[in-house]
């Protein structure tokens, strides 16, 4: 029994040095202007999937769904917002070239989560991407009406939507 639970503690040790030494002597890319390998993107994508979903806390709109409150949505997100995420017209150069993970094209790419996550990850900045917290940059009532804006992108009131497909 000894010498299996000694095989057992030496198996462990060889393979936490064998990751640490792995880890340490891998060609990593770290540069932004890359594109991350399909392993790197999924296991980044469940993690932040993840993450978001269990702190984000389910909160409702506190703003109606209303043309007022998306149009004001819009004006924030081409003020605040579209030099990374782009506009209808044009994706963000920026955007899709100097980020890893690139920032999400919500024109091309709109996504399909809740008002509470949106204003979950504006106020609070996502970790080592270059979304930052704009917690005291903008309102929280900004950040319900951004969030409604970008949860609906891709279904927009027809006022709304030739809005945000006019050029700038």
Not at 39 to 59: N, S
Not at 93 to 109: D, H, K, N, V
Request: net charge positive; with cysteine.
């Amino acid at each position: 029994m000894r010498g299996f639970v000694a095989g057992a503690v030496t198996g462990a040790a060889l393979g936490v040095c064998g990751a640490a030494l792995a880890g340490y002597l891998w060609p990593w890319q770290i540069e932004a202007t890359g594109r991350g390998g399909r392993v790197e993107t999924w296991l980044m994508r469940q993690l932040f999937d993840r993450a978001v979903g269990r702190q984000a806390p389910r909160i409702a709109n506190p703003f109606a769904d209303s043309a007022e409150n998306l149009s004001a949505g819009l004006k924030i997100f081409r003020d605040g917002c579209a030099g990374c995420h782009g506009d209808a017209n044009a994706p963000s150069t920026w955007g899709t070239t100097s980020f890893l993970p690139r920032a999400p094209q919500f024109a091309t790419e709109p996504t399909h989560r809740p008002d509470w996550q949106i204003h979950w990850i504006v106020k609070n900045g996502v970790r080592n991407t270059a979304m930052g917290a704009w917690d005291h940059l903008l309102s929280d009532e900004k950040i319900w009406k951004v969030a409604m804006f970008v949860s609906r992108i891709d279904a927009l009131p027809p006022a709304i939507d030739a809005e945000w497909r006019r050029r700038q």
